[in-house]
């Protein structure tokens, strides 16, 4: 076979290197100056007063709905189309997810869809900025804020993605971001809590560390979810190379919307001008009609000649064995027993079923060579369905 193109990459070089050097000759892991400048390099990227360094997005968004006073049986509405810990992070906090339809176009959760969603026990919104692409953030606000309900972003996968000119992260009450190996930027593993609120700021950070509040009190029953200083040393000097990266991706993922742009059975999504979308993959929809196979198919025809794509997400989460069956902890928990509310296996939503399947990410991570795109391109261009 010839050339192999990667869907995703971690670029790392000297820099990182010598601050993971440092940390080794320090003899200091947790909690130290890498996190501490860690946080702050991302607080004044995001334009927002705090971030708090944890050790992965899931337990990013569980610490916010934590602060933000989710209770046992409280519901948030999360969209259906999103990776698995949006919703399973609400299970964690003891909360329920209530799934809300996704908006065609942006393929994030759709307004229009709230009033369904919401009930006396909402206790917050949880819009994704899918693929990089920011949700419609002026109206899920003004929903949420009209109903007094709070707003947490998961921008796990939107790494300085802009709307109306704001970072996502710090447009609604709590934003949350991973830096798993995949993402714009990584950390090996890291996520990072950014909110405005002095006092969520200060709550979050004790929950991350045991619920201490002193060295000797736990005021509330926390967690170890510290950053290590050895994950930090990477963040910290990747977060200075994330506009240099997002440019990237932005150049070739346009030049792959473009140069594909006459295909028929691949279409590029639609980038609203007053967004920046941070193409965590170059995104298209697979004309599945068109092309007679299913994009399940198509990716596993291009991985078979090389060019490895992503392929997400092939159902809805509410048809996700977990939420179908109920399986909390180890028991129907935080469902209550026989929740006809929260009956996920009778669930249809008319944009997610539509869109299921069909989601197709090229690869435009900044390690590509000319040639990598090239390849791409002329992969795709050539792709034959009855081959
Ligand atoms: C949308 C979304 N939310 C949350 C997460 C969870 O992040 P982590 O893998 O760091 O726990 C991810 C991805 O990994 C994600 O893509």
Known sequence: MGRKVSVAEPILGDAERENIAEVLESG???????VEQFEAKWADY?????AVAVTNGTVAIQLALNALGVEPGDEVVVPSLTFGSTATAVVHQGGVPVFGDIDRELYTLDHRDLERCVSDRTAAIM?????GQPAAMDEIREFADSRDIAVVEDAAQAHGAKYKGERVGSIGDVGCFSFYATKNITSGEGGMVTTDDDELAAEIRSLRNHGLVDRDTHE???YNYR???????????????????NAKRRRISE????????LDWLEPVTVPDHVEHAYF????????????LSGKEVWR??????VETRHRYDRPLYEQPAFVEHEGFNSEFPWSENDADHDYSSMSLPNVEDVVGKMLGLPNHPGLEEEDIDYVIETVREFDPKA
């Open 281 to 292: 993959w170059a995104p298209f929809e697979v004309q599945t009609d068109v092309i007679g």
């Open 255 to 262: 030049q792959l919307a473009d140069e594909l742009s006459d």
């Open 46 to 50: 995001v334009g927002v007063n705090h």
């Open 301 to 306: 025809r291009l991985k078979e000649q090389g």
């Open 28 to 34: 200091r892991f947790v909690q130290g100056p890498f």
């Open 220 to 222: 509330k029953v926390g």
């Open 227 to 245: 950053m290590s200083e050895l994950h930090a040393a990477v963040g910290a000097k990747q977060v200075e190379r994330l506009s240099d990266f």
């Open 127 to 131: 819009p994704v900025h899918l693929y």
